[in-house]
């Protein structure tokens, strides 16, 4: 593998599918919601990786990188542990999951909208499906480049 190549090997013409802008509520705490976009990005080179930039109105944006089997499952169950949980929200309200984010410097709590969220995830997985996600996976590339600092903010 040449450096200058993803973790992945490359695909022959992976599907291209846009970023899903999408507007949530952040927990400030049990009753006020501070409303916010997250843009949800798809790289096929790394399909079991979503790539979600918090969009602040103030201050830097922050970027943090979630399995996508994690978002998926989060919609309808529990899923996920340590920095990043997500879980459907009880029955009777708004269609929409939990999703928690926690590191040493963050620790914050989101609502989000489900249907918007499913049916992008489902078309993820008409681009790659699960069981082809890790075909040709570089662990050490991939690693190094998921270990990267989750919570640094954006350029």
Not at 26 to 52: G, K, N, S, Y
Request: a negative charge; glycine letters at 6%; aromatic letters at 8%.
């Amino acid at each position: 593998m040449h450096r200058d190549q993803s973790p992945l090997r490359a695909r022959s013409a992976p599907e291209h599918l846009p970023s899903l802008l999408l507007g949530l509520d952040q927990m400030l705490d049990e009753f006020t919601r501070l409303p916010m976009r997250a843009e949800f990005r798809f790289d096929p080179d790394m399909p079991a990786v979503i790539t979600v930039e918090f969009l602040a109105e103030r201050g830097p944006n922050l970027l943090w990188r979630m399995g996508r089997e994690l978002l998926h499952r989060g919609l309808t169950s529990m899923s996920g542990c340590g920095d990043v949980r997500m879980w459907p929200t009880l029955p009777g309200e708004r269609a929409s999951s939990w999703l928690l984010l926690e590191s040493q410097e963050v620790e914050a709590l989101f609502q989000l909208p489900t249907g918007p969220l499913s049916e992008w995830l489902d078309a993820t997985y008409r681009i790659t499906s699960a069981e082809a996600e890790m075909d040709g996976l570089n662990w050490d590339d991939f690693l190094m480049e998921l270990l990267d600092d989750p919570g640094t903010p954006s350029e």
